[in-house]
């Protein structure tokens, strides 16, 4: 069973997912940014976080922070 505090974690993570892919969305291919968009949607949030990584050339803190506590 999911604790609030899992559950809050969660939310967070998605909130930075969708802010990091609404701020480099020009650079991300149209294929790939709707890729992204429904894992988010379906709560693949890693999936969403790798693809997100493989597709913003040069670092992205926020991003990059938050593979490395999912890993």
Known sequence: MATSSMIE???????????????????IGDGARALIAEWLDHNELGLAAETLRENIAGPCEPLDQLLDTMA
């Open 9 to 27: 974690k969660w939310a967070e993570n998605e909130r930075i997912l969708r802010a990091v892919l609404e701020e480099h969305a020009s650079s």
